[in-house]
C-alpha cells in the first residue's frame, strides 16, 4: 500500500459471527465506519466536534464487494485512502486485508457528502483537509 492510505488494526470478536461461523456482512461496515472514525482523528479532526459545529457528514453510497470470509478471532487491517467524487462528494477507498495471509477480504467505496445545519450540501474546509 502506498504510504498515503491510512490503517487500523482490528480483530474479529465472536459476537459478530454468524451461524456458519464467518463474519456478518452487516458488520464489516462497522470496521469501516470505525476506521473512518480513527482516519478522521488521526488527521486532527473529531466526528462528534464537527457534528456539534454543524457539519453532519453522511453517508450517501456504499459500494461493497465481500471477495473473503473473516472468521472469529481473525486480525485484519482496515485501510482508508479519501478521494474527492465531486464539488460536494467525498469518497473513501476501503479494503479489509487479513493480518496474516495478507489477503483482501474485502473492497469498499463509501461516498459521503456534509450537510449544513439546514441540511443544505456543502464541502468544508475541514474535509479539504483530508485530501491532503
Not at 472468521?71 to 482496515?78: A, H, L, N, P, T
Request: hydrophobic share 40%; with cysteine; net charge neutral.
Amino acid at each position: 500500500m502506498i504510504d498515503k492510505v491510512f490503517q487500523c488494526r482490528m480483530a474479529v470478536r465472536d459476537y459478530e459471527c454468524d451461524m456458519q461461523g464467518v463474519v456478518n456482512n452487516s458488520v464489516y461496515q462497522n470496521y469501516l465506519e470505525h476506521a473512518r472514525h480513527e482516519f478522521l482523528k488521526h488527521k486532527g479532526l473529531d466526528f462528534a466536534d464537527l457534528t456539534r459545529r454543524g457539519t453532519i457528514v453522511v453517508v450517501v453510497r456504499a459500494e461493497l464487494d465481500y471477495l473473503l470470509s473473516l472468521r472469529s478471532g481473525d486480525v485484519f487491517d482496515v485501510s482508508v485512502e479519501p478521494v474527492r467524487i465531486s464539488a460536494i462528494r467525498l469518497g473513501f477507498q476501503q479494503q479489509i486485508i487479513h493480518e496474516g495471509s495478507r489477503r483482501v477480504m474485502l473492497k469498499a467505496l463509501i461516498v459521503t457528502t456534509a450537510v449544513n445545519e439546514r441540511g443544505r450540501p456543502w464541502f468544508p474546509a475541514e474535509l479539504e483537509q483530508l485530501l491532503s
